[in-house]
């Protein structure tokens, strides 16, 4: 494969596989708008085809060269590889989007000197786009794709000079037995020592248990009085009384009773009727016995003519249904002519629309094939006019790029200057830090309310941050002691006012009802009085 050599140096590796991972949300953001742009969505294959070649194009392709990447491209799909060339190297509108993005991962230098390498291999991308234009816009006569057929490139192999050497076939080996090693020295001195305290040992053992006081050997419970013969005897005894077999003996038959059983009125009428429905049972078939004794040469007679005239009628059935097949099958035959002919007809008509239908079909593949030829010359038209378009833009950027360039190295050089002055002041402030650490160490050191321990807890402060916390907590304590105060103080100015409304509303409603019962004491009292005549009193 044309690939083969690119991928055994680049994307086979480790490390490659590790830099794409590395670079994973740089190559994301690239794809993101090139999807966005094209208003088009990826799927898993060629989103991992196109990661891969968006991380050779931006990162290696100064090491790979110009050459490779492009039989690494021509290897795919031209129809997948011409919007990816166009979007990286040819379209300024994904690549501004892009570089907004790779901004916010990566620093401003890093990101311009990725888009100055791109840029470097403007004219080779844009005259490979217009090789895969060729390929994917010109069709063929039956409208499909033919991709370029695979090369076989054989690989460069030297002739070796390595010369096998001659196999020598070793002899056999003959095992041999070593002798048996000579006893030069007789037994050592140990071994002798040793042997001997064996002997002293024997001896010993042999002459303590020859002595009547030791042999023979008795045991004190064998002297003892005891009694288990006689309990093994009673055991065994009672086991075996266990395992004897006792045959079972049968009662005597029990003689029949002699008494007679005395029946009830009710016991001897039901026997009764038992009795008189078998009897009746038994003259029913009697009777019927011989009510069916008769002569049946008539019932024979009229069986036979029954049966004759079954077979006439199952033999009319036969012959009707005979004609119905006959009929049946003829009516098919007819059927069938009829359809074939209405085939035949249908076939002719269908022929007929078919070769039309094939006809208009070849008359409009023509005019696709002229649209599309039109179409190409457009486009060719119109890529002309950009490519023009184009250079005039890209000479106007490159001066544009050239005056930037000069202006980053006048900056450049002005830093440069103003990081040896801060270098030359940093460089005086340390040899002073250092004259004054050696003079410090000489000092006797003093105490600091304003430093901290330096013990690396969490809390740690120093004694006077401490003491001004400290004050603050006592001023908030006191703060809260005195906003507590006036809140229980204003609670009972408003329970105090509360009773004394209270009090005044039932002081008047007493007043109120004290009025109320004296002037009826009084409205009483008048009725009480006697009324008085006048009339009578004047003498009138």
Known sequence: MPMCSCLSTTWSTPTTLFSSSRYQRLINAFLKHFCAVRATSLSAEDALLYKALTYLAVFRLDELKWSEFRRLCSSQVPVKVL???????????????????????????????LLRGLRLFHQEAQAYAETLAEAVYEPDEDLRYIPPPTT?????????????????????????AKPAPVWDKGRTLEMKRVSQVFKLNRTLLREKYSDPRYQPFRLRTLERPTNLETVREEVETKRAKECEYIVPKSGPVPSMPEIEVKLTTAALLREHSRFQKIIDSDKQKLQNLERELRDDSHMKAYENEMRIQQEIEHCMDVEFKKATVIASDQAARDSKKKHLC??????????????????????????IRFANRFRHHLIKEEEKVNKVKRNVIFNEKKNMVKKLNAES??????????????????????RQLHFLEKESCYQIPKFDIDSTGGHGTLSEMSIAELRHRLRLAKLQRLQDQQRK????????????????????????????????????KAHERRKEQPSIDVANQLGM
């Open 83 to 113: 919007p990816f060339i166009q979007a990286l190297f040819l379209e300024e509108l994904i690549i501004s989007y892009s570089k907004e993005d790779w901004l916010k991962l990566y620093d401003g230098v890093f990101v311009n000197d």
């Open 152 to 176: 076989v490139i054989p690989f460069n192999l030297s002739v070796s000079n390595y010369t096998h050497p001659v196999e020598v076939e070793p002899e056999p080996f003959i095992y041999r």
């Open 342 to 367: 209405m085939n035949w007809a249908a076939a002719s008509v269908t022929k007929e629309e078919k070769k039309r239908i094939h006809h208009e079909h070849a008359m409009l593949l023509k005019n």
């Open 409 to 430: 190295e006048d900056r450049l050089a002005v830093a440069a200057l103003q990081r040896a002055r801060e270098y030359q002041c940093k460089q005086e402030l340390v």
């Open 485 to 520: 105060h006036r809140d229980v103080q204003d609670k009972l100015a408003t329970k105090r006012q509360k009773l004394h409304a209270t009090a005044r509303m039932v002081s008047h409603m007493r007043q109120v009802t004290r009025a109320q019962y004296l002037s009826r």
